[in-house]
């Protein structure tokens, strides 16, 4: 995906980027269609696959002063093992270019715009799904990495510490991490990770963002129906709690009785993960993590006109 916020983020700290991204594939490449990496004048970050493909345009880049479309065949021009070809896109960035593209879809190429690339754009609009990466028509178009997410997670026992081992490394996403004492969470705490002790959770998730997405798996049944019922008050983009099928329908009876209507307690999702992988707490975590990601495949509400 096209990482607009790093791209941002890297102009703001280098000035100009240049943004090297592979277009299209031929055969056998290191890496695949939409993969890329910045490069500035003293550094570059990102990775398209490495060797002298990557070595060369890193170099190239650095003396490039207008956008560049290349053709590489990899064994006959760089001596590389990967038998096929690239094509390779260069394109020279300040602030205000990278500030300036849109926030779902990016699509550039020759005008006009062709009939093709409309009725794609139109398409994904329509059903809400992300195109891939490619090259179609002379047009080059990328999805828009989504800004980063809020997850919150409630509770610091072996699901939770399970949860912020295996959802740190998922991009695209920021963790708070939420318990009712400072000595419930472990000795090391991974690095971008925001730790919370609260005494009263549901009282502290009226401070959470609206957007964030929860999962809660606090130590007593108690604690979990207060955060439940009050991010049902507060509002929330997703909301998982851990628990068996008893413990739901009982906590969906309280939570009416609460106030709360049906179709609003049916947002929350019990129980988290995917149950076929089983009750291990990492299983559980990378069923979160999988589902997590799925969302991320599909249009943002706002989608840019670009014709």
């Known amino acids: 995906m096209f990482d607009r916020a790093g791209l941002i983020a890297a102009c703001e700290a280098h000035g100009r980027i240049v943004r090297v991204v592979i277009a299209s594939v031929q055969g056998s490449a290191p890496r695949e269609a939409g993969a890329a990496m910045l490069v500035w004048d003293s550094g570059q970050s990102g990775t398209i ?18 956008d560049r479309r290349s ?25 205000n270019r990278a500030r300036a593209l849109p926030h779902d879809l990016v699509a550039r190429g020759p ?22 990466a490619q090259l179609k028509d002379g047009w080059m178009i990328e999805p828009v990495q989504p800004e980063d ?24 996403h920021r963790l708070t991490w939420a318990d009712t004492g400072a000595e419930r969470f472990p000795r090391n705490v991974p690095d971008g990770v925001t730790t919370v002790p609260a005494i009263d959770l549901p009282a502290l ?11 809660i798996l606090t130590y007593a049944h108690d604690i979990d129906l207060g955060l439940c019922h009050a991010l049902l008050t507060r509002g929330f983009t997703s909301c998982g709690l ?31 993960g995917d149950p076929s992988l ?19 495949q599909t249009i943002p509400r706002r989608l840019e006109t670009l014709a």
């Open 49 to 66: 696959g490495g060797g002298a493909l990557e070595f060369e345009l890193a170099a190239a880049a650095r003396e490039l002063r207008q």
């Open 71 to 95: 053709r590489h065949a990899l064994g006959p021009d760089l001596g590389q093992c990967c038998g096929g070809a690239v094509e390779m896109l260069s394109e020279v960035y300040d602030l």
């Open 111 to 132: 005008d006009p715009m062709p009939l093709s690339i409309k009725r794609l754009m139109k398409a994904a609009r329509n059903q809400g799904q992300l195109p891939p």
């Open 149 to 172: 997410q809020d997850i919150w997670i409630w509770g610091a026992g072996h699901v939770g510490r399970a949860l912020v081992d295996v959802l740190r490394h998922v991009p695209g």
């Open 205 to 215: 998730a009226a401070h959470a963002p609206e957007a964030a997405h929860h999962l």
């Open 242 to 272: 851990i628990g068996s099928a008893t413990k739901w329908a009982r906590f969906r009876k309280r939570l009416a009785t609460l106030g709360h209507r049906v179709d609003e307690i049916d947002r929350i999702t019990c129980p988290i």
């Open 278 to 296: 089983g009750k291990d707490p990492h299983l559980i975590a990378i069923g979160v993590a999988y589902r997590l990601a799925q969302s991320t």
